[in-house]
């Protein structure tokens, strides 16, 4: 089956500081990638869709500068989050899909503690 | 836009028992693709059973069906012979075919489902 790997499971980082997530790809190649937020016990909130060699698209509401996306390869895809504050402080979950195909494949996501 | 209604907060079922959860969704789209994703307490999303708008008949995998009504908008999950480790929050989405918008998913918001032993 196709895998997604995050990394880290969890951060915990000062306010002020900046922190990368990467997700990756283990067996596939991964054309479309996605990046979601969660709050505890609520739904995945889409933040932004990036393609291969592309910019990413943020969701409206989403800020581009605080919440960098790269898209660097076709297994690779990194969120910073530059400055971090406490009200980042959120589980961040990443998805990946092959080209032409419905099925979006996750990773296990990454808990970001700002303190 | 595309909405994703779950109307169950929370439901408990007693272990080998069947239970269904409810999911409807708003679209002017006619080829789509419906999806159930189960996150256990781990928080990895699992992909449970897929449905495509354009096919009548009503998917199953295993203990797992949707019963698919396209004209009502209905998608509801089906699980029988219930196990303890199909408890985990349901998540019921929808994802449009077109090609543009990266074919992003439209996620409800989740159904907390308890099995109790």
């Known amino acids: 089956g196709a895998v997604v790997s995050q990394h880290p499971s969890w951060v915990i980082c000062k306010s002020g500081t900046s922190v990368k997530i990467e997700c990756r790809s283990l067996d596939f190649q991964a054309t479309t990638m996605f990046w979601y937020r969660q709050f505890p016990k609520q739904s995945l909130m889409l933040m932004a869709t990036?393609?291969?060699?592309?910019?990413?698209?943020?969701e409206q509401g989403v800020e581009k500068d605080k919440f960098l996306i790269n898209h660097a390869s076709l297994t690779l895809s990194t969120l910073t989050v530059t400055s971090a504050h406490p009200e980042d402080s959120s589980f961040y979950i990443c998805?990946?899909?092959?080209?032409?195909?419905?099925?979006?494949?996750f990773g296990q996501g990454t808990r970001l503690t700002v303190v | 836009a595309q909405t994703v209604t779950q109307s169950q907060p929370e439901m408990s079922v007693q272990e080998a028992e069947t239970v269904t959860l409810s999911c409807t969704y708003d679209?002017?789209?006619?080829?789509?693709?419906l999806f159930w994703y189960k996150q256990p307490p781990s928080r990895q999303m699992i992909l449970v059973i897929r449905q495509e708008a354009y096919k009548q008949q009503n998917a199953t995998e295993n203990r797992f069906s949707v019963n698919f009504q396209k004209a009502a908008k209905s998608f509801s999950l089906k699980i029988s012979d219930s196990q303890l480790g199909d408890t985990a929050m349901y998540f019921c989405a929808f994802m449009k075919t077109r090609t543009y918008n990266f074919n992003k998913f439209y996620f409800g918001s989740g159904t907390k489902l308890n099995v109790k032993p």
């Open positions: 679209t002017s789209e006619n080829n789509y693709y």
């Open positions: 990036s393609n291969e060699g592309s910019k990413a698209t943020y």
């Open positions: 998805s990946a899909r092959r080209r032409l195909n419905t099925e979006a494949f």
